[in-house]
C-alpha cells in the first residue's frame, strides 16, 4: 500500500482535517490526522492493519509473541494488527504519566512489536519501548499507519511505517500568522 491509498483511506473516512490544531506532542499543525473517523470503519481499518502486517512480516524475523500498542492512540491498530499477524495484542496505559503494563504479563526475552497510529515525535513508543524493556521484553521494532515525520524521528528501534506523509508543525510560539490567526484545538489522546 502506497502513502497515497493511505491518505485517500484518510480522506475517504473524512479523517484529513484543515485549521489550528494542538498536537499530542504539543506541536501546531495546519493539518490533523483524525485516525477515529478510520477507526470507526471496520473495513477501513482492516486494510489499513493488514498492509501494515505485511509490511511487519517482510522486516520482522518471526516470532512475535505479543504486538504492543500505546494506549489511547494505538489500542485499535494495535489489535487489528495482531490479528492480522496471529500474536495477541497487548498495550500499555499511562499511571501517574508513565506507560505501564497493567493488565498483562509478558516475559524476559518475548519478543513484541509496537504498533501506533500516527507518529510524530515519536514520544509514546520510545516510552512504550522504554516500559517493554524493563520488563526484560525484547523489541523487535516498532510500525505505524502514518509517520508524520517522513523518516526523521529516532524511536529507538526500527520504525516502519505504512505511509510517510511530511506535515508542518511549529513550537507554540513559533507559529507562522495565518494559524496563529485561527483559535486552536486539541483533539489528541496524550491526557487520557
Known sequence: MTTEEVLAIFREAGAVLEGHFILTSGLRSPTFLQKARVFMHPHLTERLCKALAE???????????????????????????????????IWVEREAGVFKLRRFDVAAGDRVVIVEDIVTTGLSIRETVACMRDLGAEVLAAACIIDRSAGTVDVGVPLIALAEYAVPAYPADALPPELAAIPPVKPGSRTL
Open 55 to 89: 509490511r511487519i512480516r517482510a522486516e520482522v524475523t518471526p516470532p512475535i509473541d505479543y504486538v504492543v500498542g500505546p494506549a489511547v492512540g494505538g489500542l485499535i491498530p494495535a489489535y487489528e494488527t495482531s490479528r492480522h499477524l496471529g500474536a495477541p495484542a
